[in-house]
């Protein structure tokens, strides 16, 4: 089952990649988000290979990489940057707290990926991996445009 969830995450990660063609006309703010963004999605992927190969350094080194991305996200999003290619949603900003509790969730499930690997546990860096993926879908849900 837990395969499946890992298919899962990453056919939508290979589906969401097309994005990579806006980030050529990204420029300032924008494209310093973006390419967060994106450094945190092949993070995420490499990640997950990681765990499947019972790499818990390797895991444990890029769920701290994520963690610290998560911990500087709102920086990157000062009122006033969403130009185009932006694909900041304004509820980013009309609804600043709900964008904090979102990213909230991204760095403790992120911080559960790093204790599990630390504990060698498998079962629950599998279980934080699916907890990061969810929480990634549910912000971009409401705080990306696409």
């Known amino acids: ?49 990681a765990a499947h190969g019972n790499d818990y ?14 911990q500087q996200m709102q920086q990157h999003f000062p009122a006033g940057s969403n130009q185009p290619p932006s694909e900041a949603a304004d509820t980013i900003w009309s609804d600043a707290s709900g964008f904090a509790k979102a990213i909230d969730d991204y760095i403790n499930a992120t911080q559960d990926i790093t204790a599990a690997a630390i504990a060698a546990d498998k079962p629950a860096i599998m279980a934080g991996i699916k907890s990061t993926s969810d929480s990634c879908t549910s912000c971009h849900n409401v705080y990306r445009v696409k």
């Open 1 to 49: 089952m837990m395969t499946v969830i890992m298919l899962g995450v990453m056919l939508g990660f290979t589906l969401g990649s097309g994005g990579a063609y806006a980030h050529k006309d990204a420029t300032g703010i924008v494209k310093t988000r973006m390419d967060g963004f994106k450094q945190s999605q092949q993070n995420f992927k490499d990640l997950i290979r």
């Open 57 to 70: 350094d390797t895991v444990r080194t890029l769920s701290v990489s994520l963690t610290e991305w998560g």
